[in-house]
Nanobody, 117 residues
């Protein structure tokens, strides 16, 4: 078991930036993949970005955020980050942290990001 707690969401103007954090209750070193998903108003949850140890720390991104977002992990702090730049109104969503290990998916409760002027 692991608890994931997201933080860093809030209200930001179009073109602005945010850094989301996901703190895990135990070491994340063993997780094969960690990532961020989001669910916008009236939409299904969708992948934003993932990162795995197998990829040597490189991230995989949804086309909608490619080039504007960077996912990273700090194993020493048991934390995964999502840096988002050039935010657009369509990025408005609840962002969820995910961890995958041994066939199990773990989810945080989410943090709300609102992009609006």
């Amino acid at each position: 078991q692991v608890q994931l707690v997201e933080s860093g969401g809030g209200l930001v103007q179009p073109g602005g930036s945010l850094r989301l954090s996901c703190a895990a209750s135990r070491s994340i070193f063993s997780f094969y993949t960690m990532g961020w998903y989001r669910q916008g108003p009236g939409k299904q949850r969708e992948l934003v970005a993932t990162i795995s140890t197998a990829s040597g720390g490189r991230g995989n991104y949804a086309e909608s955020v490619q080039g504007r977002s960077t996912i990273s992990r700090d194993n020493a702090k048991n934390t995964v980050y999502l840096q988002m730049n050039s935010l657009k109104p369509e990025d408005t969503a609840v962002y969820y942290c995910n961890a995958y290990e041994g066939g199990m998916n773990y989810w945080g409760k989410g943090t709300l990001v609102t992009v609006s002027s």
